[in-house]
């Protein structure tokens, strides 16, 4: 039985209220109450849907601003090549006439009704520039252990959007590959379906593109354009926070394009719960599919990024100076390949050898200073400082509640601002064992992730930390 055989065995109303109930999630209450509400369902047959609106004014703004929509609802519920019919009843005294599309239609007097079919369009959907960077693929993208989980559900993603993680949404500090990954899920995307419209954005030229379509009054060509979108990428959504009206519009095609089966993929600067600015239905929403972090890379991980870096560049860096590098630039991927770029510039340049010497000098030149290494005895006192606690207190048997949460995130910053394994660091933080600093971390970690006061609490330690 076909879809449309199957709809008119049902309660057509009932398919129109789940129309409504899906209008009602895309727009605000008060354009569904004046626009959708006063709306009856007449009858469905011969796969057009008839409904009842109350005046011309109805049927030319509905047209207008809502075709689209309707005609995605009408398809879902009533199924694919769905037609609609608006039949008119307007309370008027005289008989007057209203041309639509060119053929003259009476609009009766009152309780007679005249009906309009509008055949649900089928827009062509223009060429698309992706916007992909090319060497910003998976085979580029070194993984190690702080990054395995974001790339291994970006890989899945890839192989088949919209069905896996949806939303997939990738959050880190600046320069540890967030744009990599998602831009590597793109490319991946056009290269086993190269039919599929991928687009990659930065949520700074989505709130440029969206400001301009008010001022030209292209807000409906600019939400039909991202409507058309398989799989849309957002870079540093953080920037729409305090933009109402923006999020406003991204909601709305945020929720068509997930419900319609496509992919969405956002990053970020940290996680959604602490993304503040951003109203609460689209943290809801992004945290649906899945949220991974991306942490600043480990020592191995910076060596085998650095190898990568320089052996695709047809270089080649004495290990010595992969240690070192590695060793004095912490902070980003995207620091520690400018090094590299700057030691082979330098290298080109002045014709010289890359050694140990070079290095030094260009990082030491290139960084602010060569950055005081943080021990764990500076995390100690640092942590105890900021609750007012004994040195000691960390290194006892107490139970105490505060010293337990002291003890934990001492272990934390030791596992982030030290190369130390975790059983090194349960040693010398307490006499611990390496599944203690493992559930420190991990509880740490979750309550940074969910609490804003923790985490702002986390913050100012890591900045005592550094102006030590």
């Not at 959007?161 to 590597?184: C, D, E, M, Q, R």
């Not at 870079?235 to 394009?257: H, R, V």
């Not at 082979?344 to 340049?349: E, G, K, L, R």
Request: hydrophobic fraction near 35%; include cysteine; charge should be negative.
């Amino acid at each position: 039985m076909y879809q449309s055989e199957k709809i008119e065995t049902l309660d057509f109303a009932a398919q129109w209220g789940k129309c409504l109930q899906t209008i009602k999630d895309n727009v605000s209450e008060q354009i569904f109450q004046t626009w959708f509400a006063p709306i009856e369902p007449l009858k469905y047959e011969n796969k057009t849907l008839f409904i009842s609106v109350p005046s011309q004014y109805y049927y030319e703004f509905l047209e207008e601003r809502f075709i689209d929509l309707l005609r995605k609802v009408l398809y879902r519920y009533y199924g694919e090549g769905t037609n609609l019919e608006y039949q008119i009843t307007m309370i008027q005294d005289t008989q007057t006439t209203v041309d639509f599309k060119s053929t003259q239609r009476t609009i009766l007097p009152v309780q007679e009704k005249t009906t309009i079919r509008k055949e649900l369009p089928q827009n062509p959907i223009p060429e698309l520039d992706p916007h992909l960077k090319a060497d910003y693929n998976f085979e580029t993208f070194i993984e190690g252990t702080s990054n395995k989980l974001a790339r291994s559900v970006a890989e899945a993603v890839a192989k088949e959007p919209g069905k896996t993680f949806n939303p997939y949404f990738i959050y880190g500090a600046s320069g540890v590959g967030k744009t990599h990954l998602a831009t590597a899920i793109g490319l991946k995307v056009k290269e086993l379906n190269p039919a599929s419209r991928v687009l990659y954005v930065s949520a700074h030229l989505f709130k440029v593109q969206y400001t301009d379509s008010i001022r030209n009054n292209t807000l409906n060509d600019f939400i039909n354009f991202y409507q058309t979108i398989d799989v849309l990428i957002i870079d540093d959504i953080q920037e729409f926070t305090g933009n109402t009206k923006t999020q406003n519009t991204f909601f709305y095609i945020f929720n068509q394009l997930h419900q319609n089966g496509k992919q969405l993929v956002m990053t970020a600067d940290r996680a959604p719960v602490l993304l503040q600015g951003l109203e609460e239905r689209l943290i809801t929403r992004f945290k649906w599919g899945m949220v991974a972090e991306l942490e600043k890379p480990s020592l191995d991980l910076r060596k085998d990024i650095l190898r990568n870096k320089v052996q695709r560049d047809g270089w080649m860096f004495p290990e010595d100076v992969i240690e070192y590098v590695a060793n004095h630039v912490t902070g980003s991927v995207r620091d520690l390949e400018g090094i590299a770029i700057a030691i082979m510039a330098q290298a080109t340049i002045y014709n010289k050898e890359i050694d140990m010497d070079l290095a030094r000098k260009t990082v030491k030149k290139l960084t602010y200073t060569e950055e005081k290494e943080i021990s764990i005895p500076d995390i100690i006192e640092t942590v105890c400082d900021h609750f007012g606690l004994e040195i000691s207190s960390i290194q006892t048997k107490s139970r105490k509640r505060e010293v337990v949460q002291a003890r934990q995130i001492a272990m934390y910053l030791a596992k982030e601002y030290t190369d130390y394994s975790v059983a090194r660091i349960g040693k010398l933080i307490g006499d611990r064992d390496h599944a203690t600093v493992l559930h420190a971390f991990k509880t740490v970690k979750e309550l940074e992730e969910v609490d804003k006061n923790f985490h702002e609490e986390i913050e100012e330690i890591r900045i005592a930390l550094k102006n030590r």
